[in-house]
């Protein structure tokens, strides 16, 4: 079964440093994964997706098929990226997404 | 403006009342989705339609059911309530192609709370 995997509920890093929110899949096909970002009283957006292979809001993050993850990378980290952040996967074929149980990123001043 | 709305935003309501959850769109998207998600938990596809008259059962069991009568309205109805319904349920849609291809845009959410 498809399966996403954020190990880390809660992350935090003080401001400046680098952030990297990990996330890992299981899926026999060909992916295409997201990650979505929910600020506080925000609803839930997406932030980036894989085949962009974009920058957004300094964020990165590179599709690894060999160890099937895909992980949101910043290199200095700011406090407005205080977010909940949600990493999921799109089944081929398909519209729907599963959804990893998200990371709750904190920046300290 | 486009926008996804759903009401209310926050219900209360007793164990064995008959509830619907209202979800609409002016995304002009042929799209919808229901999540339900638990605090701090990942959100999970309980319904899903492609278009109207078509409706789907996502990859988590629930008791409620939906309808798709028009492109822009996608209920959700709950018949008989029960604390285990306790959650907060995402409603977001998307377009097949197009620029935002594959991207879903979510409305704000309702949290319910079954007594």
């Known amino acids: 079964a498809q399966r996403v995997t954020q190990p880390e509920k809660l992350l935090s890093v003080f401001k400046g440093a680098p952030v990297e929110l990990k996330c890992n899949y299981s899926y026999s096909g060909s992916p295409e994964l997201f990650w979505y970002v929910q600020y506080s009283r925000q609803r839930l957006q997406l932030l980036l997706r894989?085949?962009s292979r974009e920058s957004i809001k300094g964020f990165t993050a590179d599709l690894n098929k060999g160890e099937t993850s895909f992980h949101l990378k910043k290199p200095f980290a700011q406090e407005e990226d205080s977010a909940m952040y949600y990493c999921a996967l799109r089944i081929q074929g398909a519209q729907k997404l599963v959804f990893g149980q998200g990371t709750r990123l904190t920046i300290n001043p | 403006e486009a926008d996804i709305y759903q009401t209310p935003r926050y219900l209360v309501i007793g164990t064995g009342k008959k509830i619907t959850l209202e979800c609409s769109q002016t995304?002009?998207?042929?799209?919808m989705y229901w999540y339900q998600q638990d605090p701090g938990m990942e959100l999970h596809l309980i319904h899903y339609s492609y278009g109207v008259n078509s409706t789907e059962k996502g990859d988590l069991s629930s008791e409620s059911t939906v309808s798709r009568i028009r492109t822009e309205h996608f209920p959700l109805t709950l018949e008989s309530a029960r604390p285990s319904h306790t959650s907060q349920y995402l409603c977001?849609?998307?377009?097949?192609?197009?620029?935002?291809?594959?991207?879903?845009?979510f409305g704000p959410g309702t949290r319910l709370t079954v007594l």
């Open positions: 977001a849609s998307s377009e097949t192609g197009g620029l935002s291809y594959n991207e879903q845009f």
């Open positions: 894989h085949i």
């Open positions: 995304m002009g998207h042929d799209k």
